[in-house]
């Protein structure tokens, strides 16, 4: 897809783990409101994540945006799959449908 | 760095010539916008894919020059 070095990383990070937050700060001290939005979802439907917080490394912070084609952060990804940015994962919970997603991939949560 | 609403207004109808765009400026600043784009070229697309669309559209100033631009997008029947 691409010689990126990067891309391997983060590639292994979405691959090892079920659902992936790449956010700016980490879940329990979100830097930006966006990122802080995605937490709160994912925090009230108790899904386990792994936060990636891009202001700690340069090169992801630069490499997720050209991997996903997504010029923003919060980037979601469940089982490998770019989900979407802060927007979409709000009307999607909103729309109950990141729940099914969810039930989908087989990952607990919580239902409201 | 800002842009005005105007000029996001016309980057996205260059692009997509048949969309309705609202764009509300949320803090008054220039900086944070929301924006509601309506287009036919939506139909069949992924909200991922739509979402694409607008920021091809904006040549890729999302992310950089325009910090926020909360985008919600759908079709003229939805």
Redesign the interface.
Known sequence: MSDNPVFAKIQSEIDENPVVLFMKGNPMFPQCGFSAAVVGALTQMQVKFKGIDVLQDGEIREGIKAFSNWPTIPQLYIKGEFVGGCDIVKEMYEAGELQKIFDDKGIDYKSA | MAMDAAHIESLIKEALPDAEVHIDDLRGDGDHYAARVISKEFAGKS??QQ??MV?DALQ?R???ELH?L???TSTPEA
């Open positions: 909200r991922v979402h694409q920021y890729g999302m992310g950089g926020a909360g985008l919600q």
